[in-house]
Structure formats: C-alpha cells, structure tokens
C-alpha cells in the first residue's frame, strides 16, 4: 500500500509563514501534488512537483527532495482564507492519486 | 480552464433505495474520471476508475455490486449507490482527466449524500 503522512492540525498568525511536511512511502513516484481543501468543498489544485527542488507560485511553494521521499507546502503572508484543509498526494507509477489525511490550517487574527 | 460539475450537490435518501450521482466534464473530453468518498475529517478515498466505454476498476474493499459505475461518454460518468444504508453517508467526489499523460486531475464541487 501507500504510505502518505502529514501532520493533523497547524495553526498560525496572519501574515505569518506556516511550512506543511508530507513524508511519503509509495511503490513508486510519478509526481508529488497538494491541493486545497476548504469545509464541504471539493480540492483545489496547489502544486505539482516531479522534480527536486521548489517550486514557486505566488505565496505558496511546495518543495521535494525524492531521496528522502518529503515535500513541503510554504504558505507566506498567511491571510484568513487560507484556513483550509491542506492534502498531499502522490502519483505512485499511473495515472491514480494517493492522498495523505489532510493538514488542517487555522489562521488566527 | 477545465471545469467538472457533480449533480446533485446534496441528496437525501432513505435507507434501501438507490441514489444516482452524476459528473460531467464541461469543457474537456475525460477518458478516465475517478470517485472518491471522503468521510468527515479523513482524506479521499479512491473508490474506482472508470475509462470512457469500458468496466470500472474497482479498489480493494469497495463493492463493485453495490456502487455502479458507468461512463458512457467522454464527458459523463455516473455513480449509483445501490440499496443505500446510514454507513454509506458521505461526501462523494468525482475527478476527470484528460488521458493518462496529464498530469493533473479536475475535481467536481462534490455531492453531499445522507441515507436515514
């Protein structure tokens, strides 16, 4: 099976920087993705790392070493819509996702 | 950009009866759309991949009998929920993509199910 795991909960200030870690153990690796989650809505596509390295989009930048089999989503300058559920999954060797449990990102006032 | 639409968005059914969950690709051809069930607080759960005109691949655990899965076209595939129970409430959501070289899936807004 796929192992994808990300920490449960995060909370963090506006304006503030908040870094998600998502380790992964899958049978293979064709593309590491995060996506946005928010309350009785359907994922919103983030990020797409097939490569080492970060990659940057705006305020977010999602990261992935494939040797140590991690990926980081940076959000910066945090703002109150940002609080969402935050998914990592992985394209282990077709077309199929994997998706990690979710991080649940509280932005405080 | 490539939109999904579900319908409908939430129902309500009562225990034994079948629910039909519809998603349509708006504005692209989708050889392959995926469901998922997401239960409160958990992540999504692949339940099968369907390819344009052929049988739905099912993922272990999940009842090919009970959950009917069709796609006729290349920009509607439906999902019945056959003799619903309580259990089954869930969120469900479809994906499309466009072929098997893109490397990006375009999710549906979901639709909410609750059997009583």
């Known amino acids: 099976g796929q192992n994808i795991d990300q920490p449960t909960e995060m909370t963090a200030t506006e304006g503030a920087i908040v870094q998600i870690n998502c380790t992964y153990q899958t049978s293979g690796f064709n593309g590491l993705f995060w996506y946005q989650q928010h309350a009785g809505e359907a994922p919103t596509f983030l990020s797409y790392n097939v490569l080492d390295g970060l990659e940057e989009k705006g305020r977010f930048s999602s990261f992935l070493s494939r040797s140590k089999g991690y990926s980081y989503l940076l959000l910066k300058e945090l703002q109150m819509k940002d609080s969402a559920s935050y998914l990592c999954a992985v394209k282990p060797n077709d077309y199929k996702l994997s998706f990690g449990a979710g991080t649940t990102v509280t932005v405080r006032a | 950009g490539a939109v999904v639409s579900q319908h409908p968005s939430w129902v309500i059914c009562k225990s034994g009866t079948s629910v039909k969950i519809e998603c349509r690709s708006l504005?692209?051809?989708?050889?392959?759309m995926f469901w998922y069930r997401q239960f409160p607080k958990q992540s999504l759960m692949l339940m099968a991949t369907s390819n344009e005109g052929s049988k739905a691949t099912y993922e272990q655990g999940v009842e090919k009998d009970k959950f009917l899965i069709n796609h006729a076209s290349l920009t509607l595939s439906t999902l019945t929920v056959t003799s619903a129970h309580p259990e089954d409430s869930s969120f469900y959501i479809c994906?499309?993509?466009?072929?098997?070289?893109?490397?990006?899936?375009?999710f549906g807004p979901g639709t909410r199910l609750t059997v009583t």
């Open positions: 994906s499309a993509g466009s072929g098997t070289s893109s490397y990006e899936q375009y």
């Open positions: 504005d692209f051809q989708a050889t392959t």
